[in-house]
Nanobody, 124 residues
Framework: QVHLVESGGGLVQAGGSLRLSCAAS????????MGWFRQAPGKEREFVAA????????NYADSLKGRFTISRDNAQNTAYLQMNSLKPEDTAVYYC?????????????????WGQGTQVTVSS
């Protein structure tokens, strides 16, 4: 079993930046790909970014390329999401996910483990 805990969310003005963290515990050696998803009020959860275990492959939602960067530190069992030039439409609960496979999946159904989410609110 893998346990994921997100942190780093909060309230930020438009144009600002935030870095989210996702700390993994438990059977961390089994984690392959880690990903980030988000869910805005009244909307379905959507893919944000994913990264392979070796960090050699990153995958992003097209609309977020250039503003968001995913990274990970396997020694710390932590994944990160750096979010720059934030917009009010980025307001959502952000979720970390993990799967013991090596493909940078973009669908939430492909992930086995989920965190509880962290709220990001961007004011205009």
């Amino acid at each position: 079993q893998v346990h994921l805990v997100e942190s780093g969310g909060g309230l930020v003005q438009a144009g600002g930046s935030l870095r989210l963290s996702c700390a993994a515990s438990g059977r961390t050696f089994s984690i392959g790909t880690m990903g980030w998803f988000r869910q805005a009020p009244g909307k379905e959860r959507e893919f944000v970014a994913a990264i392979s275990r070796s960090s050699s492959i990153g995958n992003y939602a097209d609309s977020l390329k250039g503003r968001f960067t995913i990274s990970r530190d396997n020694a710390q069992n932590t994944a990160y999401l750096q979010m720059n030039s934030l917009k009010p439409e980025d307001t959502a609960v952000y979720y970390c996910a993990a799967v013991p496979r090596w493909i940078t999946f973009t669908h939430e159904s492909d992930y086995d483990y989920w965190g509880q989410g962290t709220q990001v609110t961007v004011s205009s």
